[in-house]
């Protein structure tokens, strides 16, 4: 109820700020989009461009979250590791992301890989930031009695380490899926021809601010139904064992 209301009032200041300025040429009432967007959902040109972006999120969200998890519970665990990739994770922290999309498309090519390398490279070392902070604080405790009672290490990781590490995990998956797809549209804006921030790339080109809203809050619902039904229960369901 609380989330409706608080959309609703951003809806009423949107009103608010298109009636002060006027101009639908720089801010369109919400009720004149609602053809545009019917327009481009029927001819299937809105749910095309935004499968492309979510394809391409969906890519770099699972590699990042695979490969940081994996170097930050390394770097964690692992003193002598964290203390040689620690600079390069300082580095590629503060590497501005548009940077690193420059010289993924000049050294790669303008396809998809070099599209999909450069989110990836972006996430990465955030992901890996908050595992090796989760690793660092494991409870020895517990793993020293799976030990004591030999557990197999597959049971070990199941039941000790999964368990401890799945609040960072959840963590950096939330934080990592807002980055992502915001890292996406640049990608997509400076490099692809299809994709929510081609399609956005192309308005800008005219001046449609109306067709530009009309992508951007497309894709922005689609990004919160996935927090609201995907990341939330999940975050929810790997912490039930805390509250337990």
């Not at 200041?13 to 019917?38: E, K």
């Not at 490099?191 to 009309?214: A, E, P």
Request: hydrophobic share 60%.
């Amino acid at each position: 109820m609380i989330r409706a209301l608080s959309l609703l009032a951003l809806v009423l200041l949107w009103v608010v700020a298109a009636t002060i300025t006027a101009d639908p040429l720089i801010l369109p009432q919400p009720w004149a989009l609602v053809g545009p967007f019917l327009r481009e959902t029927a001819s299937g040109t809105l749910p095309y461009h935004l499968a492309m972006t979510l394809t391409r999120v969906a890519w770099a969200f699972t590699l990042a979250m695979t490969l940081g998890v994996a170097l930050g519970y390394v770097m964690g665990r692992f003193a002598s590791v964290d203390r040689w990739l620690d600079p390069w994770l300082v580095v590629f922290l503060n590497l501005p992301a548009l940077v690193l999309i420059v010289l993924c498309y000049l050294w790669i090519g303008l396809n998809e890989t070099a599209a999909i390398a450069a989110v990836t490279l972006n996430k990465i070392p955030n992901v890996a930031t908050i595992l090796r902070e989760g690793a660092r604080a494991l409870d020895p405790g517990y793993e020293a009695m799976a030990r004591v009672f030999g557990m197999p290490a597959a049971r070990r990781l199941r039941h000790v380490i999964l368990p401890q590490l799945a609040p960072y995990v959840t963590a950096a998956a939330r934080s990592g899926i807002a980055v992502i797809w915001k890292i996406v549209l640049v990608v997509e804006f400076l490099g692809r021809s299809n994709g929510v921030g081609f399609q956005i790339h192309l308005y800008f080109q005219l001046f449609d601010v109306g067709m530009v809203l009309i992508y951007s809050f497309s894709f922005i619902a689609v990004m919160l139904m996935v927090e609201w039904l995907m990341l939330q229960p999940l975050e929810r369901h790997v912490r039930r064992w805390r509250a337990a």
